[in-house]
C-alpha cells in the first residue's frame, strides 16, 4: 500500500451531515466551533442542549481533549527518562497531531459538517 493510499483511508471518515437539519446545525455552528479550544468541549451541551449537531462536536471535542492529556501524559513519561532529544521530538510530533485534529474539528464544525475525526471520529462518550 502506498503512503498516499494510507492517507487517504486515515482521513477517509464517516461523513454524517445527512443526519441533522440545517436549523440545527446553524444553532449549534458557533458553539460546535468552540467546543474544540481545549476544555470547552461541554459548550454546545449547556448553551444549545437541543442541538445534536452541537452534541457531535462536543464528542469529538472531547475525545480529542482526552488524547491531549494522554499525548501529554505520554511526553512527561518519555520526559522522565530523561531522553531530552526524544522528548522533544516526542512531544512535538504529538502535538502537532493534536493540533491538526484541532484545527480540523473546527473546520468541519465552521463548515457545517458532523464529519468524524481521523483515528478517534468513532469513539462515542457523549451519546
Not at 68 to 79: D, K, R, T, Y
Not at 87 to 95: P, Q, R
Request: glycine letters at 10%; charged letters at 15%; one cysteine or more.
Amino acid at each position: 500500500m502506498s503512503e498516499k493510499n494510507a492517507l487517504e483511508q486515515v482521513m477517509n471518515t464517516m461523513d454524517l451531515t445527512s443526519q441533522y437539519i440545517p436549523e440545527d446545525i446553524a444553532e449549534g455552528k458557533l458553539m460546535s466551533i468552540l467546543s474544540y479550544l481545549w476544555i470547552l468541549f461541554f459548550l454546545p451541551l449547556v448553551v444549545c442542549p437541543g442541538s445534536k449537531f452541537g452534541r457531535f462536536h462536543a464528542n469529538q471535542a472531547l475525545v480529542l481533549f482526552i488524547v491531549g492529556i494522554v499525548f501529554g501524559v505520554v511526553g512527561s513519561v518519555v520526559g522522565i527518562l530523561g531522553i531530552s532529544i526524544v522528548t522533544w521530538i516526542v512531544s512535538t510530533v504529538l502535538g502537532l497531531v493534536d493540533l491538526a485534529l484541532v484545527i480540523l474539528g473546527i473546520y468541519h464544525a465552521a463548515t457545517g459538517k458532523a464529519k468524524e475525526l481521523p483515528l478517534i471520529g468513532k469513539i462515542r462518550i457523549i451519546k
